[in-house]
């Protein structure tokens, strides 16, 4: 692996020119014909009565999944130029048409699901039997069965037009709010303004001044935005609401379970395994407290670091670490990992202007990754690294599949992200040179339980109780952060002495219109990708080439299906979520154990 690595991704590799790139704009013209061609051939199709007549549909399934695939490609790349600079208006702009080449091709996909939906039962066997179209059954099949449910295809094809300057618009809204908040900091180098992502970095700060003022300031400064915020979240659940209303749809859960291919038992006894386990957790914060000379924690000392890992880590250094842990578990992920380092996939320069969080996201044209945070050094930053080059190896899986199946829901893309975040962690946990570091590590590695057992059930119960009550009327910024306070004692079992009442406005995740309820799949993944740890942990390294088996089949099963497959495993039971669970209190028991006070 090359030495020094860039603190920036390469985009001109994908399309040169950024915002004012000509080739992409080519590439957009082409995919707004080759959709406009798409219309025709669909509007031209009628339900096969026979076998033979399914063959006139080949090329309109390829159609599809190459304007499927160049979509991802068109939308991600405008994604990652706004990211990079929120003040990018081309970016803006962009991001907007492929917005709308979108909305063209939900409404000529949903055209064709119709043509779905309208062959007969006896053709469809034969139809999903051809050889040609066996690999994409189980996609069209549930294209299919969701078409019976939703209104006429006229309507959806409407709907989802509106949805550019309405749903999504409010989306976009929302990325201009997050780009206009600039929050005071002072240190040596003196005052200066921080993008929300530059202060979010300082609110685990190891120091408690520098985290308490940020705090003040962090709330302050969405406390000035939340009136402008709750507008957004309630015109975004107002869509989805009516839209929902209009398929005959009561669950609001419905449609996000669909999208993440899990049933609602599933869920639930997810749920009720973490409430049970909720209890180690507390132990764990009253512990924290005390190490942290605190009477108990408030919502921004959660974060807070323990032990004596305080120094910043090198990003160079970072990236040797992770490379190596992967090889411990899979020569595969580590060679994969020194690829997306040595081709600049990555930006995680700290500056102004870039948008807040981590994400990874993969162009299926170009076979190739990218992946953004904003680095400082903590080994919370590390943690993201993993978990997003998780989430590149899954996709470098899943490459060489029909478009189709590359569309694997977001619990299961969490698996794999979290699953090499575990990798990282147990690692470093177990090569620790002192109590103190292992303290600390094993202080981070409970840290993520904490998210995703409070801090995302939080957001969970935050957003069921906001659509009941969005159900009878607007729902303003003093309730919304009234219902957030409220989820956030029930989730943290009331052990935190304060709490963030604009956290509902702060974070972006209630505001992605692509998956709605963007919040529980992180939990399923990162139960399930526990689960897969202590599976991993007692078959060896011969785990590896399952565990790649069970990400290439993600596009195209169930998460009950794929697990049965895989694993031989119920969901709707609670007994692989309480295995995970296990794992999880193990590390609990062992920080309680090395933080008592005579030890």
């Not at 096969?48 to 399934?61: G, H, K, M, Y």
């Not at 975040?421 to 600390?440: L, Y």
């Not at 009941?468 to 009327?473: A, W």
């Amino acid at each position: 692996m090359k030495q020094p690595l860039s603190l920036t991704w390469d985009l001109d590799s994908i399309f040169p020119g950024g915002s004012a790139s000509a080739e992409f704009e080519h590439f957009l013209k082409q995919l707004e014909t080759d959709i406009g061609v798409l219309d025709q051939q669909v509007a031209a199709a009628a339900s096969p009565a026979n076998i033979e007549s399914t063959r006139q549909l080949d090329d309109v399934i390829a159609l599809l999944q190459s304007c499927s695939g160049r979509l991802v490609q068109a939308s991600e790349f405008a994604g990652c130029l706004g990211a990079q600079n929120q003040q990018d208006k081309g970016a803006v702009r962009l991001s907007s048409k492929v917005a709308g080449l979108r909305a063209d091709f939900e409404g000529v996909s949903s055209k064709f699901d119709d043509v779905l939906r309208q062959t007969s039962d006896e053709v469809w066997q034969e139809w999903m039997a051809r050889p040609e179209i066996a690999p994409l059954k189980f996609v069209l099949s549930e294209s299919r069965d969701l078409a019976r449910e939703k209104m006429s295809p006229e309507l959806e094809a409407f709907a989802l037009t509106l949805a550019v300057d309405g749903y999504h618009g409010w989306s976009e809204h929302y990325e201009t709010i997050v780009g206009s908040i600039q929050i005071p900091y002072e240190d040596e180098e003196g005052t200066r303004l921080l993008s929300a992502g530059q202060a979010f970095n300082k609110l685990d700060d190891p120091d408690p001044k520098v985290r308490e003022a940020m705090f003040r300031k962090w709330e302050e400064a969405w406390g000035g935005a939340a009136d402008y915020c709750a507008d957004t979240l309630n015109h975004l659940a107002g869509f989805r609401l009516n839209l929902y209303k209009g398929r005959g749809w009561e669950d609001v859960l419905k449609e996000p379970l669909a999208i993440n291919r899990m049933s609602h038992k599933s869920l639930d006894t997810m749920w009720d395994v973490i409430t049970k386990a909720k209890p180690a957790l507390v132990s764990y914060l009253s512990r924290k407290a005390k190490l942290l000379g605190l009477e108990s924690l408030s919502w921004v000392d959660v974060e807070a670091p323990v032990g004596e890992f305080s120094g910043k880590i090198p990003y160079d250094q970072a990236a040797k670490d992770i490379v190596a842990q992967f090889r411990n578990f899979s020569p595969k992920l580590a060679d994969f990992a020194e690829h997306a380092f040595d081709s600049n996939w990555i930006e995680v320069e700290d500056r102004p202007g870039k948008r807040p969080g981590g994400f990874c996201v993969s162009f299926p044209e170009s076979k190739e990754s990218r992946i953004f945070m904003t680095y400082s050094g903590t080994p919370s930053n590390v943690s993201t690294l993993a978990h997003e080059l998780g989430h590149a190896y899954h996709s470098y899986l899943l490459e060489d599949l029909p478009v189709f199946n590359q569309n694997y829901a977001m619990n299961v893309a969490e698996t794999a992200s979290t699953f090499a975040e575990v990798i990282v962690a147990d690692a470093q946990v177990k090569a620790a040179a002192s109590s103190g570091e292992k303290i600390a590590l094993l202080e981070a590695k409970i840290q993520n339980s904490v998210a995703f057992f409070m801090n995302i059930h939080a957001r969970f119960l935050f957003e069921t109780r906001f659509y009941e009550k969005r159900k009878q009327g607007l729902v303003n910024a003093e309730e919304l952060s009234a219902l957030m306070v409220e989820a956030q004692k029930e989730a943290f079992c009331g052990i935190l002495s304060e709490y963030h009442p604009h956290f509902w406005a702060s974070k972006l995740h209630f505001y992605i219109t692509d998956v709605p309820f963007y919040n529980f799949p992180y939990t399923v993944g990162y139960m399930f990708s526990t689960g897969l740890y202590k599976i991993a942990l007692q078959e060896g390294t011969s785990f590896a080439d399952k565990y790649d088996s069970l990400l290439r089949d993600t596009g195209i099963m169930t998460l009950e299906d794929l697990v049965q497959k895989h694993l031989g495993v119920d969901l709707t039971q609670p007994d692989f979520w309480q295995g995970a669970a296990d794992l999880i209190i193990t590390d609990i028991n062992e920080f309680m154990k090395l933080t008592e006070p005579s030890a």
